[in-house]
């Protein structure tokens, strides 16, 4: 699934039925099908990618998320290699490489905001952006000699991906918003 129709691949609204609905969604919203018209999502996980998609109806909440001067944080998990090394890349990745995650890159041509990087494990980095370029945080890792081998969006302003499984989705309760 992707969050946007790809070649060959049915985009992530598709999965927003009852069969889906995560059983421990403790907002108390009934499904109806009404709640699908006009679905789309608040940003783009591409299809190598796993974790949490916000799906609305609200235009302003969609450019809130995604907006050119989007304010709200989105965090990923980001399982990396570096070069001929197997293990605590952490050790080995030199420290004005991870310094430029976090700020001085630039991507077509354009200057990033600056980015929260850090060392999650010896294998994995903690990203929070407040930007989303097309396949930016790989894009990213490939310009300091990383090779992201897996990314998972864990949370996007104050909303989580707790323990929701792939491939199912619960609503918003009331305390939760953007």
């Not at 903690?126 to 890792?141: A, F, H, N, T, W």
Request: net charge positive.
């Amino acid at each position: 699934m992707s969050g946007q129709a790809e070649d060959g691949y049915e985009p992530a609204v598709t999965l927003v039925n009852p069969a889906n609905h995560w059983e421990e969604d403790r907002s108390g919203i009934r499904f109806s099908p009404g709640h699908l018209r006009t679905l789309a999502p608040a940003g783009r996980l591409d299809i190598d990618s796993t974790g949490l998609l916000v799906l609305t109806q609200d235009g302003r909440i969609a450019k809130q998320l995604i907006g050119g001067h989007s304010e709200v944080d989105k965090e990923y998990l980001v399982r990396v290699r570096f070069g001929e090394h197997t293990v605590d890349f952490d050790r080995h990745l030199p420290a004005e490489k991870l310094a430029l995650l976090r700020h001085g890159l630039e991507l077509d041509g354009v200057p990033l905001k600056t980015a929260q990087v850090s060392w999650q494990n010896g294998e994995q980095l903690r990203s929070v952006l407040r930007e989303g370029k097309k396949r930016q945080i790989r894009r990213m890792c490939e310009l300091v000699g990383l090779e992201v081998v897996g990314l998972k969006r864990i949370r996007m302003g104050r909303i989580t991906l707790g323990a929701l499984p792939p491939g199912q989705w619960r609503y918003l309760g009331p305390n939760e918003s953007f």
